[in-house]
């Protein structure tokens, strides 16, 4: 069965302050791999994929992510981080062929000011 | 504008007490998925329809039953909540297989439930 590892339960961090989310996943033939953010008392809000192509994946407000299918991992970037960027980050993979999503355990980010 | 829709935002109800949660969607989805979520825990898929064809996991008690009426509507039931229900349930949608965007998870607001 797929399993992801998010090794990191909380991460503070201060404004403009680079950080890096960890995401490691167990291996498979083919995945799809996703992160999902979560404010509080919201649902997941889908921040980035990687289905296939480049391995480098960048979302809208400026995090990305690179697929590393030799260290099977896909960790989350962003180089200056906001206030509002405080939220629970979940790392998820989808096996190839499947329609279920495993999800990690979450990091919650703090950006302090 | 909201595409997957859960009502009520949150419900509290009693132990033993019957509570039904419910998810619509416009995005004409084919599956729709219902999660459970405890505190600073992940997501965990209780299951899922892919149209009309219900999937349970292994793990799901008996106690969680699903229906889904029509493609929009779909409800999660708690026959005898107890005190280790109470969590955030998410309700999800997403295209079949064959579509172009590999089953992306599109996820409503979720219900927050309370089981006093």
């Known amino acids: 069965a797929q399993s992801v590892t998010q090794l990191d339960s909380q991460v503070p961090v201060f404004e403009e302050a680079p950080v890096e989310l960890r995401c490691n996943y167990s291996?498979?033939?083919?995945?799809?791999l996703f992160w999902y953010v979560q404010y509080p008392n919201q649902g997941l809000q889908l921040l980035l994929k990687?289905?296939?192509?480049?391995?480098l994946v960048e979302s809208i407000n400026g995090f990305e992510a690179e697929f590393n299918k030799s260290q099977t991992s896909f960790h989350l970037r962003k180089p200056s981080v906001h206030i509002s960027d405080t939220a629970e980050y979940f790392c998820?993979?989808?096996?190839?062929?499947?329609?279920?999503?495993?999800f990690g355990k979450g990091t919650k980010l703090t950006v302090n000011p | 504008d909201a595409m997957v829709i859960q009502n009520p935002r949150y419900q509290v109800t009693q132990f033993g007490k019957p509570v039904t949660l419910s998810c619509s969607q416009t995005?004409?989805?084919?599956?729709m998925y219902w999660y459970q979520q405890k505190s600073s825990q992940a997501p965990k898929l209780l299951f899922h329809?892919?149209?009309?064809?219900?999937?349970n996991e292994a793990d799901t008690p008996d106690n969680f039953q699903s229906r889904r009426p029509n493609t929009s509507f779909c409800f999660l039931d708690i026959r005898s909540p107890g005190l280790g229900d109470a969590a955030m349930y998410l309700c999800?949608?997403?295209?079949?297989?064959?579509?172009?965007?590999?089953?992306?998870?599109?996820f409503g607001a979720g219900t927050r439930l309370s089981v006093l």
């Open positions: 999800a949608t997403s295209r079949d297989l064959s579509s172009g965007d590999k089953n992306i998870q599109y």
């Open positions: 291996s498979s033939v083919s995945v799809y």
């Open positions: 990687y289905l296939s192509g480049s391995t």
């Open positions: 998820a993979v989808m096996k190839g062929g499947s329609e279920k999503l495993v």
């Open positions: 995005l004409n989805h084919n599956v």
């Open positions: 329809y892919y149209d009309k064809d219900f999937n």
